[in-house]
């Protein structure tokens, strides 16, 4: 058996510090030491803690990721004398920004499709901050650093999460009844049901409804047998253009997979078809019955 290959990666603020040994600069050395040890001062302040070995300690390894996050950042696809030149001209405290920033930006999008209080509070925010803090920049001596790459994949997900959720709010905000502004979002329901009742026809947008409602809706599909498709295509049509892809590949799986729409076409109970609802919209749904 072939021993193992093991590829080490170290963060980009140690490699690049190891340029300073094949291109010496005293001067520059000792600036770019007095400014990590300012950076490091200020986080083992602000997320560990000032007055223990430990958190001094922890605040290093948190600087370390945090530089080397915004190095990777700022010079994509350039070597490590180049990362040097930017903490030499720039800076430590300038590629410290940029990670820090990149955090922040992260933190503040959403995690999931459910919105709730919890996500806009202003103490569980700072809370967030921190362990996305830890989560993508404390690097460990004993460890390879993948630091950027956790970044960029929680990004894309995020994204994408995003998305859904600017879709939901502006279904919420023109919905046909009137806005929906609760404060809690369940972005699928809300597209969920946006789909479903799209199916009726006539450029109604449903974001939010109750069982009454959806009986009707049901007696008016049975007795219609409106075209699925051309109901989507006027949901599409008044839907910004930003949205369309969420939008799209939603109607395109509900179109294949959405059991409501198939068994309205059956003669399945208004109760079951009303449990099936509940299973897509969730907490959209106005439980009373009026």
């Keep these: 058996m072939l021993p193992a290959i093991v590829v080490e990666t170290l963060p980009r603020l140690t490699r690049a510090i190891q340029q300073l040994a094949a291109h010496p600069d005293d001067d520059a050395a000792y600036t770019l030491a007095d400014e990590l040890t300012g950076i490091t001062a200020m986080v083992a302040e602000k997320f560990t803690n000032d007055r223990t070995a430990e958190g001094i300690q922890k605040a290093l390894q948190l600087t370390a990721g945090c530089v080397s996050l915004g190095l990777e950042e700022a010079l994509p696809g350039e070597d490590d004398l180049a990362a040097l030149d930017l903490l030499i001209d720039e800076g430590a405290e300038h590629a410290f920004q940029i990670g820090f920033r990149m955090i922040k930006d992260l933190v503040a999008m959403p995690e999931d499709a459910l919105v709730g209080e919890y996500d806009t509070d202003p103490v569980y925010a700072q809370r967030r901050l921190r362990d996305k803090f830890f989560d993508i920049c404390l690097t460990d001596p004993n460890q390879n650093w993948n630091g950027f790459e956790r970044y960029k994949g929680q990004l894309k997900q995020r994204k994408e999460v995003q998305a859904v959720v600017r879709l939901a709010n502006w279904l919420r905000r023109h919905n046909t009844e009137g806005a929906v ?3 809690d979002l369940n972005a699928e329901g809300v597209i969920a049901l946006a789909i479903i009742f799209a199916v009726e026809g006539g450029g109604r947008i449903v974001a939010r409804t109750g069982q009454k409602e959806f009986e009707r809706f049901v007696k008016a599909v049975r ?3 409106p075209d699925y498709e051309a109901g989507w ?4 049509a008044q839907v910004p253009a930003q949205h369309h892809p969420v939008l ?3 109607i395109n799986s509900y179109r294949e997979h959405c059991t ?3 068994s309205i076409k059956t003669r399945a109970a208004m109760k079951t078809l009303f449990a099936e609802l509940e299973n897509y919209a969730g907490s959209e749904l106005d439980a009373d019955y009026s």
């Design 181 to 183: 502004k609760d404060a």
């Design 223 to 225: 007795a219609n047998k």
């Design 233 to 236: 295509a006027e949901l599409v």
């Design 248 to 250: 799209l590949e939603r």
């Design 260 to 262: 409501v729409l198939q």
